[in-house]
């Protein structure tokens, strides 16, 4: 009996080893779940909420250790974060003085503004971990990949596995910078756009490959803190897939207020390190080659889609050739009843809006709701300054389409707000059917045009005529004024203040 007494401890500690392992077994075996999703972006965070919230009982899985993918890692978020302080640094260098502030001994603390950008990426992601736990939605760090379209194998950084199985999937693994194949990334000198969010020191000067959003939102940041950028672009505009208006009036603007060189129309060839320099070369127009030298070189050519490592091939899917994305159909789902596929990593915009509202659509799909999109009123901004919105079609789009128009313009530097702000750069743009006067398209170049362009999705939403902005009271002073200043000049020629 003593002897008993003297081993029920251990007896009992061994006995709740035991059911303790059994339980761990239990939970990393056979999860069953309605919806699993891969990736944990603004399409896949976006798409478990809105599933959680139709009732689904939902897991992610996501590779990195926090969540938010690469908008809020090192995209959207992180960049908006420098373009602020960079913006601030600039003002207060070149504009402050105009408005009667005097600063001594201004200067840049790069350390402190990459922690800063830091910690916003740090609220945003700690966010999501939030939003998770309130959705009930259970989260699994490692690679997700298929072993057959209802089961899917997480495996973690230390190689242990778990199995997870799902009534359906949502791939929503997005994207990586593009490589140019002649063109080695190394990282330390020649880097992408997420190592170009960590730079330790204001560069002298950069070579930007690549006249699109991020490289010109990255070059923004660095020739605001003072470093000279020059933008290599093989076509003849940047941002050249947005109304060719804007991009001109960008690159001129950027090129008066911050020094940036631009390369138009030439073709990079190659780049070179040595030592802490690092040089690109490119064939100009006429076919001549240049050669550039900078401190970094930023290759911001695109992204390409991202499905490695998730055997696809198990489910039967093959990705496109060009492009790498996963074929979907009007549903967003893939050949394989149940598995869906979002954001990024399938066809049309990269943009984690456009990802967000896919992963509301499949989640309402899954839980039988008729959902829509409308692609053709997805914005797209830049966040230069100024900043450059657009929704709709382009003009060159209507010309092609053959659709009789009618064009109406107005300048910030007619509008009372922007000389307040002296912000008199840009302009808004509205283009209307010319029989309907339905506004077809709204471009805008100009200060805070990211937020505004929101009033022309919302009106185009609602199928309204340039008339229907028009007679829509705006406050007094605003930026907001020129949208109705441009849809009366669209509406009969008739803007009243210029
Ligand atoms: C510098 C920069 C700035 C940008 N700025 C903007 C902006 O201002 N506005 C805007 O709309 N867009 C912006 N974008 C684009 C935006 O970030 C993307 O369009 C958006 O993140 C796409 O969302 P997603 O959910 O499809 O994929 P992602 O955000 O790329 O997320 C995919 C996630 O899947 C994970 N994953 C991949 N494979 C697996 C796997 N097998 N198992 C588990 N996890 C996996 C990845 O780790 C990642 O976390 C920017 C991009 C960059 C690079």
Redesign the pocket.
């Known amino acids: 009996m003593a002897m008993i007494a003297r081993l029920l401890p251990n007896l009992l500690s061994a006995f709740r080893l035991f059911s303790l392992h059994l339980a761990n077994q239990n939970s990393q075996k056979n999860m069953q779940y309605d919806v699993v999703v891969?990736?944990?972006?603004?399409?896949?965070?976006v798409g478990a909420i809105r599933c959680a919230q139709l009732g689904l009982k939902t897991a992610v899985?996501?590779?990195?250790k926090t969540?938010?993918?690469?908008?809020?890692?090192?995209?959207?978020i992180?960049?908006?974060a420098l373009l602020d302080s960079s913006e601030h640094f600039h003002n207060a260098a070149h504009t402050f003085t105009t408005h009667g502030i005097n600063l001594k001994d201004l200067k840049v603390d790069m350390k402190q503004m990459i922690a800063r950008k830091d910690d916003v990426v740090a609220q945003n992601t700690a966010g999501i971990t939030y939003l998770f736990k309130k959705n009930k939605i259970d989260s699994f760090e490692?690679?997700?990949?298929f072993v057959d379209k209802n089961t899917i194998l997480?495996t973690k950084a230390d190689g242990t596995t778990e199995t997870l199985s799902a009534k359906n999937v949502i791939i929503?693994?997005?994207?990586?910078?593009t490589a140019l194949p002649f063109l080695p990334i190394d990282k330390k000198r020649i880097i992408t756009?997420?190592e170009?969010?960590n730079i330790k020191e204001v560069p002298k000067t950069m070579v930007v490959i690549g006249g699109g959003?991020?490289g010109l939102?990255?070059g923004s940041v660095y020739a605001r803190l003072g470093t000279k950028v020059s933008v290599v672009e093989f076509l003849p505009s940047i941002i050249g897939t947005m109304d060719a208006g804007l991009g001109k009036e960008l690159q001129r603007v950027l090129k008066k207020t911050l020094g940036m060189e631009f390369y138009m129309g030439h073709k990079v060839t190659g780049a070179t390190t040595k030592g802490k320099t690092v040089t690109v070369t490119a064939d100009t127009p006429k076919g001549e080659s240049i050669s550039l030298e900078a401190d970094y070189c930023i290759v911001a050519v695109g992204?390409t889609a991202?499905?490695?490592?998730?055997g696809l091939d198990k489910i039967g899917i093959t990705v496109e050739e060009r492009g790498k994305k996963i074929p979907v159909n009007e549903h967003l789902e893939t050949s394989v009843k149940g598995v869906y596929a979002?954001?990024?990593?399938i066809t049309g915009a990269?943009?984690?809006?456009?990802?967000e509202d896919e992963?509301t659509y499949v989640a309402e799909t899954i839980a039988g709701q008729k959902p829509h999109i409308n692609y053709n009123l997805i914005p797209g901004?830049v966040?230069t300054w100024p900043e450059v919105a657009s929704v709709g079609l382009t003009e060159e789009q209507l010309k092609e389409k053959g659709i009789k128009y009618k064009a109406g313009s107005f300048p910030f530097k007619a509008s009372g707000r922007a000389k307040a702000s002296m912000d008199t750069d840009g302009f808004i743009k509205v283009l209307a059917d010319a029989a309907t006067d339905e506004v077809l398209g709204v471009h805008m170049i100009g200060p805070r045009a990211a937020d505004m362009i929101a009033e022309a999705v919302i009106a185009m939403e609602f199928r309204a005529s340039a008339e229907d902005i028009a007679r829509t009271c705006h406050a007094h002073p605003t930026y907001t004024e020129a949208l109705k200043e441009a849809a009366l000049a669209a509406t009969d020629n008739r803007a009243i203040h210029i």
Do not use: Q, W
């Not at 938010?68 to 959207?76: K, Q």
């Open positions: 891969i990736g944990s972006g603004p399409g896949g965070y899985v996501e590779k990195y969540f938010g993918g690469t908008c809020l890692n090192v995209g959207c992180p960049s908006k490692g690679v997700g990949s997480v929503a693994t997005g994207s990586k910078p756009s997420t170009a969010l959003v991020i939102e990255l992204r991202y499905s490695e490592g998730l979002i954001g990024d990593v990269m943009l984690a809006h456009k990802a992963g901004v966040y």
